[in-house]
Structure formats: C-alpha cells, structure tokens
C-alpha cells in the first residue's frame, strides 16, 4: 500500500508530522489545533472559535486530499477541560447536522497555552 502525503498552507504545519496522509482509501488528518494558519494565532479564547478553527483546519486538509467533511468517518477530539464539552459539541452539531462520524474523545492536560481543544479524523477520500 502506498502512502501519499497531503500538504496545504492554508492550515497550520509542523516538520515533525504530515498534516495529512492518504493510504488505502483513507485520509488520516493530524491533530488540528485552533490555530488560524493566516495569523499563527489561536482563533479565539472559546471553545467555540477554537472548535470552530480546529474543524475549518481540517476541512482545509480534507480539501486538499480530494475528500471533504462529509466523508469523515471517524473524529478523536481532546479538551484541555471537560466542562467544555457542551460548547464543543454546539460547534460540532453545526458541522454534522446529520449522519455525524463516529467520535472519541478525552479530557488530557494540554501544554500550549490558550489551548482548549484539538481534533484529529479520518475521512474516505
């Protein structure tokens, strides 16, 4: 199986992983943070904004791979805070309205500062 790697400037990047890869029929997108890849900056103090970013990042990456948001099939979602699960699951439910992709999540401690929630999915292509 082949393994071809899915790189856009329009979502944040970093040398030490792809932002994407596609194998076997899948896209695999990294941990998407809350930040705007315009500015470097996190998207906002809320989990909404940052929820809100986190998924546009993804969408970005998804694009670029030939695939979309309405292919994920899997999201694994970390909070930096549980008590911020309602207000990122009120983001989540604008995205996916129906038919929403399997979901895991945690609440883990996150070191970035600001930082309130990172997704990471799978999508078919």
Known sequence: MTKDIVTTP?????????????????VFVSGQVGQD?????????TIEEQTRQCLKNIA???NAAGSSMDK????TFIL???DDF???NAEWATWFPEN??????????????GLLVSFAAIATE
Do not use: F, H, W
Not at 10 to 26: F, I, M, N, T
């Open 86 to 88: 309602a207000g990122m």
């Open 10 to 26: 329009g979502a944040p990047s970093s040398p030490l992983y792809s932002q994407g890869v596609k194998a076997g029929g899948l």
């Open 72 to 75: 994920i099939v899997s999201a």
């Open 37 to 45: 890849p315009s500015t470097g900056q996190l998207a906002g103090s």
């Open 100 to 113: 929403p992709p399997a979901r895991q999540g945690a609440s883990l401690p996150i070191d970035m500062e």
């Open 60 to 62: 970005t990456i998804l």
């Open 80 to 82: 930096r805070n549980s």
